[in-house]
């Protein structure tokens, strides 16, 4: 089975490949072709993975190119994780947000919407290429912001696109784990956007313990969302918000800890990555050694802004190992080998969420399956989520529609309509903004 990794010059690539190390069952695999458009950032990751396989029978072939079309052709699955503008593009999403007091975060906010803006048109034409070169294949979406890209891709691959996230699949193993549960023995109910989910119950044999551990301040309090977002703020919700919520809840803090920061997120991954690709690009250096070294920088300084507003602490080790790439491998096999599953993945409504339309790409456990993935009913979000689960889908339709027409007007509304931009004129600042620095907004007009 062949696997083409798009953006296959990026530094999580070794991750999927380490999946694909360890499974070794009937159908597995075989070979991985990366697809990236800058050569040294392909070279560097290619010599991380042969370091990889060393002793590892049969190991995946893995192959580089920079070209598109190869890449694509005879692919039975495509990982789709590429970065439009690359880091420094998200480093000037940040700054251009934060000059106007306003949140730059790459998939929340201002900083979600110009990174949508320019990511859209290039993933729509990769899903027209899929269509036409590889038409059975089966698209995995990782790129940001995932719930919009993955929307616009299903517009020309249907339901033979899905988008994934780890966020949800931690979420539900630390409060699992604070239950004293085994993660792979609880169904977790989750439901929402990409980025903007809540758990309302995790069941474990059939019972819903969730009640059990928003009842114990003690419980709650013990892991990461716990100290997030406080438990008086958990209780009075009912439920356990994605991380990526913090934002909404604690915007002014937010912003203001990013405001003080010494370094925005992007700005730090773009300064670590190019030490990184300029370090495993040096022959007299193990590229696998330094690959691990800053992976764990990376993990451990994750979201560190929210958490220091918040007073969270440090993240535990539990989550330091990704998870993203064990997502993949498990719709991959479920896919491939019939090796049905239940997973959180963004896949069309359908009639899942009465309040969005059947085309709405949506955050909710899946039933997988040799036929794709099938969203399980869930009930009802409760008013407060509903209200913003239609505004940000609103904003996603709005960014769209500019990627589709070119219209400069049209994006601006996409702007003014977050709500977390707090002015129309702040819009306007921010798109022009956003167009002085990237290349990739010059088709808006």
Request: contains cysteine; hydrophobic residues 45%; glycine residues 10%.
């Given at each position: 089975?062949?696997l083409?990794?798009?953006?296959?010059?990026g530094?999580?690539?070794?991750l999927v490949?380490?999946?694909?190390?360890?499974?070794r069952?009937e159908?597995?695999?075989?070979?991985?072709?990366?697809?990236?458009?800058d050569s040294?950032?392909l070279?560097a990751?290619t010599?991380?993975l042969a370091?990889?396989?060393t002793?590892?029978?049969?190991?995946p072939e893995v192959?580089?190119t920079?070209?598109?079309d190869e890449?694509l052709r005879g692919?039975?699955?495509v990982?789709s994780a590429?970065r439009?503008?690359?880091?420094e593009g998200r480093?000037?999403d940040e700054?251009?947000?934060?000059?106007e007091?306003?949140?730059?975060?790459?998939t929340?906010?201002?900083?979600?919407?110009?990174?949508g803006?320019?990511?859209v048109?290039?993933?729509?034409d990769i899903?027209?290429?899929?269509?036409?070169?590889a038409?059975?294949a089966?698209v995995?979406?990782?790129t940001?912001?995932?719930?919009?890209v993955t929307?616009?891709?299903s517009?020309?691959?249907?339901?033979?696109?899905?988008g994934?996230?780890?966020?949800p699949v931690?979420l539900?193993?630390r409060?699992a784990?604070?239950?004293g549960?085994?993660p792979d023995?609880?169904f977790i109910d989750?439901v929402g956007?990409?980025?903007?989910?809540?758990?309302r119950?995790l069941r474990?044999?059939?019972?819903?313990?969730?009640p059990?551990?928003l009842?114990?301040?003690?419980?709650?309090?013990?892991?990461e969302?716990g100290?997030?977002?406080?438990t008086?703020?958990?209780?009075?919700?009912?439920?356990?918000p994605?991380?990526?919520?913090h934002?909404?809840?604690?915007?002014?803090e937010a912003?203001?800890?990013?405001?003080?920061?010494?370094?925005t997120?992007?700005?730090?991954?773009?300064d670590q990555?190019a030490r990184?690709?300029?370090?495993?690009?040096?022959q007299?250096v193990?590229?696998?050694?330094a690959?691990?070294?800053?992976?764990?920088?990376?993990e451990a300084?994750?979201m560190?802004?929210?958490?220091e507003s918040?007073?969270?602490?440090e993240r535990e080790?539990d989550d330091?190992?990704?998870?993203?790439e064990?997502?993949a491998?498990?719709l991959?096999?479920?896919i491939?080998?019939?090796e049905?599953?239940?997973?959180?993945l963004?896949?069309?409504n359908r009639?899942?969420l009465s309040?969005?339309?059947?085309?709405a790409?949506?955050?909710?456990?899946?039933?997988?399956d040799?036929?794709?993935?099938?969203?399980v009913?869930?009930?009802p979000?409760?008013?407060?989520?509903?209200g913003?689960?239609?505004a940000?889908?609103?904003?996603?339709?709005e960014?769209?529609?500019?990627?589709?027409?070119?219209?400069?007007?049209?994006a601006?509304k996409a702007f003014?309509?977050h709500?977390l931009?707090d002015?129309?004129?702040?819009?306007?600042r921010?798109l022009?903004?956003?167009t002085?620095v990237?290349?990739?907004l010059?088709?808006l007009?």
């Amino acid at each position: 089975m062949r696997l083409t990794i798009l953006g296959g010059g990026g530094f999580r690539v070794p991750l999927v490949y380490g999946a694909l190390l360890a499974d070794r069952g009937e159908g597995r695999v075989t070979r991985v072709v990366l697809h990236d458009l800058d050569s040294d950032r392909l070279a560097a990751v290619t010599r991380v993975l042969a370091e990889q396989a060393t002793g590892v029978p049969d190991a995946p072939e893995v192959t580089a190119t920079t070209d598109l079309d190869e890449a694509l052709r005879g692919a039975d699955f495509v990982f789709s994780a590429i970065r439009v503008g690359g880091l420094e593009g998200r480093a000037n999403d940040e700054r251009v947000a934060l000059a106007e007091g306003v949140l730059g975060q790459e998939t929340v906010g201002a900083g979600g919407i110009a990174y949508g803006l320019r990511t859209v048109p290039v993933a729509v034409d990769i899903a027209r290429r899929v269509a036409r070169l590889a038409p059975d294949a089966w698209v995995i979406n990782f790129t940001n912001p995932a719930g919009l890209v993955t929307e616009a891709m299903s517009h020309h691959l249907g339901d033979r696109v899905i988008g994934i996230c780890d966020s949800p699949v931690g979420l539900g193993r630390r409060i699992a784990r604070a239950l004293g549960a085994h993660p792979d023995e609880a169904f977790i109910d989750y439901v929402g956007l990409n980025h903007l989910g809540w758990v309302r119950g995790l069941r474990v044999a059939g019972r819903d313990e969730l009640p059990r551990l928003l009842a114990d301040p003690g419980l709650l309090g013990s892991f990461e969302e716990g100290r997030l977002f406080g438990t008086d703020w958990l209780r009075s919700l009912g439920a356990i918000p994605n991380e990526y919520l913090h934002y909404y809840y604690f915007n002014r803090e937010a912003v203001h800890a990013y405001q003080q920061a010494e370094q925005t997120r992007g700005a730090f991954l773009r300064d670590q990555q190019a030490r990184f690709y300029a370090e495993a690009g040096r022959q007299d250096v193990a590229a696998l050694e330094a690959w691990d070294r800053t992976r764990a920088e990376r993990e451990a300084t994750y979201m560190a802004e929210n958490r220091e507003s918040a007073g969270a602490g440090e993240r535990e080790a539990d989550d330091l190992s990704g998870g993203y790439e064990k997502v993949a491998l498990a719709l991959m096999r479920a896919i491939a080998r019939d090796e049905r599953t239940t997973l959180i993945l963004n896949v069309r409504n359908r009639s899942t969420l009465s309040v969005l339309d059947a085309d709405a790409v949506i955050e909710v456990p899946c039933l997988v399956d040799a036929n794709g993935a099938h969203p399980v009913a869930v009930d009802p979000l409760p008013g407060h989520a509903t209200g913003l689960v239609c505004a940000v889908k609103a904003v996603e339709r709005e960014v769209l529609s500019a990627a589709a027409s070119g219209s400069r007007t049209t994006a601006v509304k996409a702007f003014a309509l977050h709500p977390l931009v707090d002015s129309v004129n702040v819009a306007r600042r921010l798109l022009d903004g956003y167009t002085a620095v990237h290349l990739g907004l010059a088709y808006l007009e």
